[in-house]
């Protein structure tokens, strides 16, 4: 059964705290990437990686950090320097080439509420 | 920046209606424009998607409409059914930058049986 993995879906932690989002494909997708989404809002960028070992800051980074050691994993830090930590959190993955790279697909999220 | 804008933020139809969203953007060299679903507390599914190419795209009940020159693009929705109820959210990419997708702030739309 194959797809996108997110883990845990609730997740709460105290202020100060660091706290790492797991995301999983077994798609073989090269890129992966990472989007924060707040109520009635739209999806927000804040990581991405094309390829293993290497990512890219997106939109909103500041305060979260990412590693990218497996072609399947694309974990997702939150540090106590994001000022505004509570929100959903969604990974998506896309084939790196050809026209069907442009397709992401996402996964059920992660909704962190920080207190 | 938002690049991306979409209107209206919430529609309401009766079921057997037409649903339209509209979505404009700025930036030229966007190449794919994407439109997907989003059930509350899932992940967003890819429902369809243009490229500038192609100035309308069908499949189903769901038709893009694509206006190149006045940077703007459309979601309809047509017969509308409960299930439908959902919020949608337009979004565009460029190749040259890694296929980052730039989404637009969302559709709420609910459908009246």
């Known amino acids: 059964d194959g797809g996108i993995t997110q883990s845990p879906k609730y997740l709460f932690r105290k202020e100060g705290q660091n706290v790492t989002l797991s995301c999983e494909q077994n798609l073989n997708h090269d890129a992966m990437y990472w989007y924060r989404q707040d109520p009635g809002q739209g999806l927000r960028l804040i990581y991405y990686?094309?390829?293993?070992?290497?990512?890219q800051k997106g939109d909103i980074a500041e305060g979260y950090s990412v590693s990218r050691e497996k072609k399947e994993s694309f974990p997702l830090t939150v540090t106590s320097a994001q000022k505004n930590p509570t929100a959903f959190y969604l990974c998506?993955?896309?084939?790196?080439?050809?026209?069907?790279?442009?397709?992401?697909?996402f996964g059920p999220g992660t909704r962190l509420t920080v207190t | 920046q938002q690049q991306v804008k979409q209107s209206p933020q919430s529609l309401i139809v009766q079921k057997g209606g037409i649903s339209i969203i509209n979505c404009a953007y700025e930036?030229?060299?966007?190449?794919?424009f994407p439109w997907y679903q989003q059930f509350p507390g899932k992940g967003p599914a890819l429902l369809i998607a243009i490229r500038p190419d192609v100035s309308e795209k069908k499949e189903g009940r769901f038709t893009i409409s694509f206006n190149k020159s006045a940077k703007q693009f459309s979601l309809h929705i047509m017969d509308s059914q409960p299930g439908d109820s959902a919020t949608y959210f337009c979004?565009?990419?460029?190749?040259?930058?890694?296929?980052?997708?730039?989404f637009g702030g969302g559709t709420r739309v609910l459908v009246k049986p």
């Open positions: 979004a565009a990419s460029k190749s040259a930058a890694g296929n980052k997708l730039t």
């Open positions: 998506a993955s896309s084939p790196r080439a050809g026209m069907s790279s442009y397709e992401q697909y």
């Open positions: 930036n030229t060299a966007f190449d794919y």
């Open positions: 990686s094309q390829i293993v070992n290497d990512f």
